[in-house]
């Protein structure tokens, strides 16, 4: 669920400068992060051992955050606050899938519980 959450995220961004008042530095900020998001959400799918995936949608998430003011598009309101909030969603999707990746690991022959 967390990886279709984030492909669709990252799409989302990836193509919000169709709609969205943008210059070219939120242009290029909202393609290349949205589609790390989008990508990272893709790997996971695919491979779901593959636990760098999540920590890489995390960061790429945080860095969606902060390039409104970062790459100084922060007076462009909608590509401002699309930045904002699919980069806070990104991080709360890769938080949200950690856990389930260790319960995974741990029900299927991962470190032993101690009683």
Same mark, same amino acid.
């Given at each position: ?5 984030? %492909?669709? %995220? ?40 593959? @636990?760098?995936?999540?920590?890489? $949608?995390? %960061? ?21 606050? @699309? ?12 938080? @949200?899938? $950690? ?5 995974? $690991? ?6 032993? @519980?101690?009683?």
């Amino acid at each position: 669920m967390q990886d279709i959450a984030a %492909i669709v %995220i990252g799409v989302f961004a990836a193509l919000s400068p169709l709609w969205l008042d943008t210059n070219n530095a939120a242009r290029w900020s909202l393609i290349v992060l949205g589609a790390l998001i989008a990508l990272s959400g893709l790997v996971h799918m695919f491979r779901p051992d593959f @636990t760098m995936a999540e920590y890489a $949608m995390g %960061i790429f998430g945080v860095l969606l955050f902060l390039s409104p003011w970062v790459m100084n598009f922060d007076g462009l309101r909608g590509a401002s606050w @699309t930045a904002w909030v699919v980069g806070v969603l990104a991080v709360v999707v890769a938080v @949200t899938a $950690m856990p389930v990746m260790s319960s995974r $690991m741990h029900g299927h022959g991962g470190l032993a @519980t101690h009683h």
